[in-house]
Every structure is written in C-alpha cells, then in structure tokens.
C-alpha cells in the first residue's frame, strides 16, 4: 500500500450529488480540500450540493461513473489526489430485478473508478461498502474478520468491489479503504424513493400528520449512524495521509428499535395517530448491529450522535 506522506488537496466523490455524498463534499470542503462532484443524478440532486457549490472549490460534473472513457476524462481534468467512491444502484430490490445493471454499477464501476485513480497520480481510494456483505449473519455484534455471506446481488456487488480494491492495493500500491456502512439517516435522506430507509419515510409522514404502518411489532433494531458521522470518518479516510486502507464498519455499536423510532417522533408530533402494525415482511432480518471498535481506533472519530439528536436535525431539514 502507498507509503506517501504526501498532503491531499483535492478529492473526486462520485455519487457526489447523493444523499451521503452531498454531505461528504460538505465535510471536504470544511477540511478546506477542493472537491469534485461527479454524478449521473439518476437518485441524486443537485440541490444536496446547493450549499457546498456556493463555494469556488467546489464543481459538479455528470457523468457516469461507469464509463471508462468518461472516468479518465474526469481524472485527468481534476487530477485528484484521493477518490471517494459513492456512486452505486443503491436499491436491493432494484439489484434483485435488475442483475446485470446491477453488476454494471456496483462492481464494474468500482473497477472502472480504481483503474482510473492507478493511472493517474490518485493513490487513495474511500468505498463505499455495505452491511449487506454480511448477509443474514445472527453473530452480532458484526466484526470485519467475522465471516460474510451476501445474500442479494447488492450485497455480493459489494464484497467483490472490496475483493477487487484489496487487490489494487497490492497491485498497484493504492491506499484502499473500504466502509461497510450500516443503516446511514439524516438529512437530505429522499423519503420519496420507494427503497428509502424507514427512518426517512417515518420522519416524513409524522411531519405530515399522517400515522405509520410497521411492518412487524416494530421489535426490530438496525444500527443506525447519523450521516454527518459517516461523513466526518470517510473524509478522514481519504484526507489523512496516514491512512492507509483496509476494510471497517461504519455504525454506531447500538441497537435501535422502530418503537425507538416511532417514541422519539410521537414525541416531537404528539397530534399524529399512533401506528398500527401489519404483517412482517418477508425476508426483512430482524437485528443488524455492528462493531465500530476497529473504525474508531484507526480514525480517531467518534460516531456517537445521540439517536434523537439525529432525528431531530433530520426534522430540522423537512
Ligand atoms: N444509505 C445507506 O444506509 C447506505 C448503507 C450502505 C451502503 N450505502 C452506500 O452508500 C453509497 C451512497 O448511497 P446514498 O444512500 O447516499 O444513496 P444516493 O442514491 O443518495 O446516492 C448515490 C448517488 O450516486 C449517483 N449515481 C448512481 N449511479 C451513478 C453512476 N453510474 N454514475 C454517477 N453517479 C451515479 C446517484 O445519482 C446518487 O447521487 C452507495 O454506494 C450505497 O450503496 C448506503
């Protein structure tokens, strides 16, 4: 891996436009690093970046990061020194239906994005992984040297891009982090989509006046982080010269229930009906949580946004 020391100026984030990478260029652009969006706005938008574009160092460009020629264009132009990539076919449903555009998005791209930084000066790559390697393991709390077993494309997309980056690291010398992220919430988190998180669609409808069906007895628990979190340790990532790669979870250690979900937004909406409660849904696995130990060692950075500071910010922002 890279033993250079040198300092990191400029940073390229594809899926720059999208709901983590809008607020990762936000947190590049504090750093005081110049920043280069690069989306398609399939699922972003360009008003994520509304603020950070106000900014001179900061530019937009669509493109598709699947696109070989595109992607060196891109990387000659800006010559990066670190790549965050973000950009992917984020839905599982969608990965389900559509396999090939999935692989398309969350592998080719990955390999299409590294080959491009290991041609040019760019040495560090930041990636965007999922708890979805780990599949329907019940060993929790998940650890990285625990095992993974995928069990959607989505998820086994994204356990060969952490495969394919671990090999441009001994390959080609780059420093390749990879972040498993668990269930990410906050801001600018699109409630409209049909796949969005609960904690967004939730938010949304309790602002709205209107009552939530839960899917179950609402006894489920994810590990929830806060995205400002997520994006403070993925810019340490590929910021410090220090780092220099491997594979970490990024969540918080705690569990959280819907019924924490839905107490935390009774409470903030006390005039909204209480929910009612249909069938579980099928395949839905009923606990994820996450070890952030190993994370929070290497980088330094605490995730530790409290679960209802969080929530409230996000209802800050509808
Ligand atoms: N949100 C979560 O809880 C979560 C959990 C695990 C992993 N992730 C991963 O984090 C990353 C960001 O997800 P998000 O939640 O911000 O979703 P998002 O849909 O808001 O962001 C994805 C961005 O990538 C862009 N994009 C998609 N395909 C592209 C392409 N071919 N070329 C250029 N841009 C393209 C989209 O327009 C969008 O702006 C993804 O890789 C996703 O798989 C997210």
Sequence with gaps: ?????????????????????????????????????????????????????????????????????????????????????????????QGEAEPGRNFRLNVAATQVVADAARRGICRRIVFASSAAVYGNSEALPLREDGATDPISQYGAAKLMSEKLLRAYAISYGLAATCFRFFNVYGPRQDPRSPYSGVVSIFADRYRAGQPVTVNGDGGQSRDFIYVGDLARAVAAAATDPAQRGGVYNLCTGRATTLLDLIDILAAEYPEVPAPSFGPERAGDIRHSLGDPAAAREVLAVTNDTPFADGIRALLASL
């Design 1 to 93: 891996m890279s033993e250079s020391t040198s300092p990191i100026e400029r940073v390229l984030v594809t899926g720059g436009a999208g709901f983590i990478g809008s607020h990762t260029c936000d947190r590049l652009l504090g750093l005081g690093k110049t920043v280069l969006a690069v989306d398609d706005l399939s699922t972003g938008h360009r008003e994520n970046l509304a603020g950070a574009l106000e900014s001179p160092d900061c530019t937009l460009v669509e493109a598709d990061a699947a696109d070989p020629a595109a992607m060196e264009r891109v990387f000659d132009d800006f010559e990066p020194d670190a790549v965050v990539h973000l950009a992917a076919l984020v839905s599982v449903p």
